[in-house]
């Protein structure tokens, strides 16, 4: 393949629907894949390193990264620990919904406190992850914007004690 891209035709990819995501993974070649891990293993590794380990140069990781990024196939952040940066309370919540799921998820998606929302299935229809600067601010995500969402059935939290890992290696397949 020539200098860069996500392989196949290149096309951004709409992360927000199911056949989107499905094509994602068919515009992945292996050189982008093992970037991809590179990155998920150190991802201020510099792009020359990867280059070398992938068989490019750094220019073309440089723009295989930013095609990456740009269809909404990775992104590069600061993972922080949030007791370090003041942010005391974390917890999962668990959703049952009356009626459509999606509002329900975007709502909370909205919500500065919420980072993680996924619609499943099982018990609950919607969970998310809060991450709040203590008690009182948790209280009153869950008593008053969470729990009075239209549609929001019941909300059961669980608060986190102490966290055993966190990883984003999962590699590509």
Known sequence: MADGGLGGDNAPVNRKTPAAERASATLLDDTSKRIIEHLQQDGRRPYSTIG???????AAVRQRVQRLSDAGVIQIVAVSDPMQVGLFRQAMIAINVDGPLEPVADALAEMAEIDYVI?????????????????AGLLDLISNRIRTLPGVRNAETLMYLKLRKQSYQWGTR
Do not use: K, W
């Open 52 to 58: 070398q380990a992938v068989g490019l140069s750094e």
């Open 119 to 135: 619609i499943c299935a099982g018990r609950f229809d919607v969970l998310c992850e809060a991450v709040c600067e203590d008690d």
